[in-house]
Structures are given as structure tokens and as C-alpha cells.
């Protein structure tokens, strides 16, 4: 089944502490992207990667770090965590690029005490 | 500055009815437009994607217009059904930008 996985789905986390939340597609897309998702502000893009190696800023993208070694992984790194940044994140990939049909993860529910 | 606005309020309609959701937006010039499916808890769903040449595009029970002179489109369910309760999100995707996402609308079709 084609899908975008991402874990861990809940994380609680205290200010400080660093974490890393994985991304993983199995479609073989060149296209991977980060978003936080908050009420009232709507999905916003972190950051994103058009291929492996090749990572560029989104719009909101103080506070993270993102790798991609490999194609099909993308994860998102919170060096040091802090309230607000808790969120809801979502990975997503497309096939070529941002002006592709975007497959989405199910989401990571972030908390950061 | 650039915005994309959709309603915030809840949509409330009676099941068999037309939903009908908007998407405006200002000072984009977009390629072209896609709606998503958002389901509580998780990630949104791609539904139908419309370009700047296209007016309206059809999909089951769903249709979509885009008016680049309005600045609008409009995202309709058919017949609506329980099951199509969620929320919408209409996303932008400008000439020279990255896909740029509205807020979103919650849609209920009560019975």
C-alpha cells in the first residue's frame, strides 16, 4: 500500500530535550515536505526537500532541522524543544514537486512541556 | 499582503443537500488549486486539483469552479452524505511560490 508514515503519532517532551520525529514513503518520491498544522493558522511548511542531499527552508523554519540521506526518509529534528512548538506536524511527498498531488502522513501530535 | 481565506464557521447541512464551500483568496496569482479531505487526527486528503484555464471540474458528487477574476473558488458535495463530514482545506499553488494552505471549513451533514 502506498502511504507516508510517520512516528512517533503522540509525543510528550519537556523544553530542552532533543527529538527526532521520522518520516518515511515507500512511492519513490523526489518531493518530501514538512508542515505544522496550528488552529487558526492552517498547514504552514517547515521545511522541504526537493531530492536526496537537497533541503531548503519553508516558511517557518527556526527551531528545525531536517536530513534527507535517503530518498524515502525525511525526518524532522527538534534540537532543542521549546512550547511553541507544540503542534501537530505532518510529513508529506509528492512525486515531482510542489506542484504535485501531496500524499500525507498521519500526523504527529507534539507536546512540549 | 497575500491571503487565503475560507470560512471558519462550521457548515451545517441536512443530508441529500449540496454543500457548497468557499475559497477566496488575494494577491496570488495562481497556477492552480487543489481541495483536500481533513478527517479528525489526520493528514488531509487530496480530492481534486483545478488550473487558472479550467472553470469547473467534476468527480462523483464533488465539483469544483475556480474564477480568477473573483479570486474564488467554490467546492461542492451532491447529494451529501454523513460520511462527508470533515474538513475542507483548499491549498494555492502561485506561479513563483509553494503550495500555500487555507485554514480550512468543517463540514457536518447530520441525518
Known amino acids: 500500500e502506498a502511504q507516508v508514515t510517520q512516528n512517533p503519532r503522540y509525543l510528550i517532551t519537556v523544553t530542552g530535550k532533543k527529538l527526532t520525529v521520522t518520516c518515511s514513503q515507500n512511492m519513490n518520491h523526489e518531493y518530501m515536505s514538512w508542515y505544522r498544522q496550528d488552529p487558526g493558522l492552517g498547514l504552514r511548511q517547515i521545511y522541504y526537500?526537493?531530492?536526496?542531499?537537497?533541503?531548503d527552508k519553508g516558511d517557518v523554519p527556526e527551531g528545525y532541522k531536517v536530513s534527507r540521506k535517503e530518498k524515502r526518509n525525511f525526518p524532522l529534528i527538534l534540537e532543542s524543544p521549546s512550547p511553541n512548538q507544540t503542534s501537530l506536524y505532518f510529513c508529506?511527498?509528492?512525486?515531482?514537486?510542489?506542484?504535485?498531488?501531496?500524499?500525507f502522513g498521519p500526523g504527529t501530535r507534539l507536546t512540549v512541556l | 499582503s497575500q491571503k487565503i481565506e475560507q470560512n471558519s464557521e462550521a457548515l451545517n447541512i441536512q443530508e441529500g443537500k449540496t454543500a457548497t464551500l468557499t475559497c477566496n483568496y488575494t494577491?496570488?496569482?495562481?497556477?492552480?488549486l487543489q481541495w483536500y479531505r481533513q478527517d479528525p487526527g489526520r493528514g488531509p486528503v487530496f480530492l481534486l486539483l483545478i488550473r487558472e484555464n479550467e472553470k469547473e471540474k467534476r468527480k462523483e458528487r464533488l465539483k469544483v469552479t475556480f474564477d480568477t477574476t473573483l479570486k474564488q473558488s467554490l467546492f461542492h458535495i451532491t447529494a451529501s452524505q454523513p460520511a462527508d463530514s470533515a474538513t475542507y482545506l483548499c491549498?494555492?499553488?502561485?506561479?513563483?511560490?509553494?503550495?500555500?494552505f487555507g485554514t480550512g471549513t468543517r463540514l457536518q451533514v447530520f441525518p
Open positions: 508529506a511527498s509528492s512525486a515531482s514537486g510542489r506542484m504535485d498531488t501531496q500524499y
Open positions: 526537500s526537493m531530492n536526496v542531499e537537497v533541503t
Open positions: 491549498a494555492l499553488l502561485p506561479h513563483t511560490d509553494k503550495l500555500i
Open positions: 494577491n496570488y496569482s495562481p497556477a492552480y
